[in-house]
């Protein structure tokens, strides 16, 4: 598939009138804006058509299903339907992505670690509305109250994990595809429980905002099954977060690379 027949799969799938299309062939882009709402997003393709070879139409569907859940909390906001009494969650986005809204206004960001950034979000339901100043302001919320908030909020979410046994290591994956896989990684008490249950290095990866990956490490085959795995998540994941994998010791996440480093420069100490 090509980035016109995308396109056109694009538009069979979103066949509202009220959608405006444009197709960016240098930038590889599309630019879809709502005549109604006046207001829009911006569509890259190629990661798009990178995900559609691995996954085929459920990579399709899945654009879709974003796209209109998009313009529905686009809708809701329009009509003054977001309230403050929905819940207020924590999300996990990578340090690349954008820190303001398409109209300019600055997302309510914490800082995580230098790959991870965390952004707040108003759940809607089936999507959520990512909480910029604006609306921040509509809600009369206090940015610190927001923060608050979601630190509670993300350790009321169910913890439902999957186990898998490779190599002597052990992975536990947390898949509940309610929008907030990711953020369990903000539970410290969970963290800490599981930090109780495991004989050898805790790991955890973020690789797309759908999974957190909480790895077992007993021996040097683990790490390597660990940078295929989560370099696999990450490239099919609908949100990518980060391909790389943490460290987590006394409450401190340390990026696995430089713990590596770090272990070969102490033996060159030793010697």
Known sequence: MNSEQLVNRLKEKLADPNFNWQ??????RIRLDHAVLNKGMDISLPEILAK?????EQAIDEVVYTISQTFSAMEMEAKGLIQSNHSIFPVIRSTSFPTKSNDGELF??????AETRIYYALDLGNTYRLIDQKVLNELNLSESLVKETARFQ???????LKEDHVAGNVFYFLN?????????????????????KIEGD???????????IIGDIRNDVGY???AQMT?????????????????????????IFIMAKNRVEKEKENK
Do not use: C, W
């Open 202 to 212: 805790m790991t955890l990866s973020v690789p797309h905002q759908d999974v957190l």
């Open 23 to 28: 197709f960016d062939k240098k930038t590889d």
């Open 154 to 160: 993300v350790r009321k979410l169910a913890i439902k």
């Open 52 to 56: 559609y070879e691995v996954k085929k």
């Open 108 to 113: 309510i960001t914490s800082d995580h670690t």
């Open 224 to 226: 390597d099954v660990l």
């Open 231 to 255: 370099m696999h998540f990450f490239t099919v994941g609908t949100v990518p977060v980060t391909s790389l994998s943490f460290l987590y010791e006394n409450g401190e996440l340390e990026p």
């Open 176 to 196: 509940v595809n309610d929008g907030y896989d990711a953020s369990r990684i903000l539970n410290e008490s969970f963290l800490k429980e599981m930090e109780a």
